[in-house]
């Protein structure tokens, strides 16, 4: 069974164009922000994702609408990539230090969009045009698209760029382990019977 979604967004500020396979392939990202790239390179990696992004965003205005629109998009993706949720493992977490920093994050699909954010991040932090708070918004963009439960806590931190790293990849891991198929479980793993709504 295919888990892949291609999926588009355009609008006044910014184009998006992405194609995710939930089950591994090519990564690549081509936003304009470099360190959002190789963010997004982390997350293809670590979450075992095939995932081609390309985007042309209002960068003269900062990279907001540019990541934001990434990450509605992605959310649209894997929504559709998962499709009714069936053998699923649902819950994944992890916890990755990056040199000083400390992060966790667990994920549950559940259906249900929410974020806990919490991160020792100066707002005027800005790394290769990517400032610190859009971390946040990327999360909230892609789980209120995804419709999923995410709480990401870095622990410890003093150096942005390893906070934010530290951050995306153990959304990634989280991500990775909570959308893998799980051989034990025949339907849906949900007394519902439904995660998608």
Same mark, same amino acid.
């Given at each position: 069974?295919?888990?892949? &979604? ?16 939930? #089950?591994?392939? &090519? ?16 997350? &293809? ?6 995932? @081609? ?14 990541? @934001? #629109? ?8 894997? #929504? @559709? ?18 040199? @000083? ?6 994920? #549950? ?50 150096? &942005? ?37």
């Amino acid at each position: 069974m295919s888990r892949t &979604a291609s999926k588009q967004r355009k609008t006044g500020e910014t184009e998006v164009r992405l194609s995710l396979d939930l #089950d591994g392939g &090519a990564a690549s990202a081509n936003t304009g922000v470099g360190f959002f790239d190789h963010m997004l390179d982390l997350l &293809a990696r670590h979450g075992r994702l095939g995932l @081609e992004v390309e985007a042309v965003g209002d960068l003269e205005t900062g990279a907001h609408h540019t990541v @934001e #629109d990434v990450g509605i998009v992605l959310g649209q993706a894997l #929504d @559709e990539a998962l499709g009714d949720r069936a053998g699923i493992r649902r819950y994944g977490s992890a916890l990755i230090p990056m040199d @000083e920093a400390l992060a966790e994050c667990a994920i #549950d699909v559940s259906g249900r969009p929410h974020v806990a954010f919490a991160a020792p991040l100066p707002a005027a932090a800005e790394i290769g045009g990517f400032e610190a708070e859009l971390t946040e918004e990327f999360l909230r963009a892609v789980a209120a698209n995804a419709k999923l439960t995410v709480h990401l806590e870095v622990r410890a931190g003093t150096n &942005a760029h390893h906070v934010i790293e530290a951050a995306f990849k153990a959304f990634a891991r989280a991500l990775r382990a909570a959308v893998s198929i799980d051989p034990e479980e025949n339907g849906v793993p949900s007394t519902k019977g439904t995660l998608s709504s």
